[in-house]
């Protein structure tokens, strides 16, 4: 799921917690472009295995 820079900052950390919630992952696109990835320390745990 990708979440527009503007829907962080105005949404805050609510945002992606809204995201989590449904996915594992979510994108974070700046100027239409994906960026970042955010996710879970458990799910960034698992794949650092």
Not at 12 to 35: C, F, N, W
Request: glycine share 4%; no cysteine; hydrophobic share 40%.
């Amino acid at each position: 799921m990708i979440i527009v820079a503007n829907d962080l900052r105005t949404k805050g950390v609510h945002a992606i917690k809204e995201v989590l919630t449904q996915y594992k992952d979510a994108i974070i696109s700046v100027r239409g472009k994906p960026k970042y990835v955010v996710l879970e320390k458990k799910r960034y745990d698992e794949l650092q295995k």
